[in-house]
């Protein structure tokens, strides 16, 4: 790197963050200034840079959320030069799932009481970055995880229109599998024959607008969102299209933030009911397994 260039990146402003931070918050593609690099030299005078334990999300049946990762390794790092790594780490829950980051380091700049301070890049990570998404709402939205999470992912990037369309390709995609779990609630709080039959017929429309307007009115009370409808909710959302007046990517993003956010509020409530509705039976069970006096 030459003189000129280091200079330059040393009259950035970029935003001061731990190595923690770093890893853990910061999206790919982004330069910042680590604050708090805890470094030692080793016995040839190289440089080594101990790797901070970060918070992460584990998707393996044990952990199924956040832990805590650590790595075994500490990283060699010569200050003469730009250096591109990749870390690696593993949950220390399960210790079967594992994340890299593929991180530049450049100027080293200082050091202080709390490290050293150098500018680093994270250019990836695996898996990709996103905040977590709960583990009902995937259940929800079943085999199109990945498509969702792709707009998560352009969520978090302040990428309104792609966050949008990904959303909704998720919803009319999975319209029946949602249609599905709402029935099931239904049918648990006694809904008849004829709002059951309702709900098989709304499943066979092709468009989501048209399956919401046939049982928009048939919602269990349980599933209600502050006293609003969710599939009416999602269905005011999704009926604009991304070329509608108006539909700049900052409108796409809130929308597409409601939509995220009301698919979650509603796979939860399914999912307490649900839960509700198994303690009840196994309770009623119980109580008349007991010997009768």
Known sequence: MSNDDGKSRESEVLLEVTFRQCLEEIPPDRSVRVVDLQTFKGSGGELYVRLPEVQHVCDSDDCNGLRMYHSESTLIWSTDEVQSTILEYYCRNCG????????????LLSVSQSGRTANIVKFGQSPPFGPLTPARLITLIGPDREIFLQGRRAESRGMGIG???YY???????????????????????????TMELFETAKKETRFTDSVKMIRDFLPQAL???????????HSALSQGLHDEGM?????LLLA??????????AERISIVSKDDRQVKDAIKALKALPKP
């Open 96 to 107: 079967r799932q594992y994340a890299h980051f593929a991180i530049r380091f450049e100027a």
């Open 163 to 165: 966050a949008f369309a």
């Open 168 to 194: 909704r390709r998720v919803v009319e995609n999975q319209k029946n599998r949602i249609i599905s779990e709402i029935a099931k609630i239904a049918a648990q709080v006694g809904a008849d024959t004829k």
């Open 224 to 234: 209600l969102i502050d006293g609003e409808n969710p599939l009416t909710l999602l």
């Open 248 to 252: 700049t990517d900052g409108h796409c």
């Open 257 to 266: 933030q409601s939509i995220r956010t009301v698919l979650g509020e509603l």
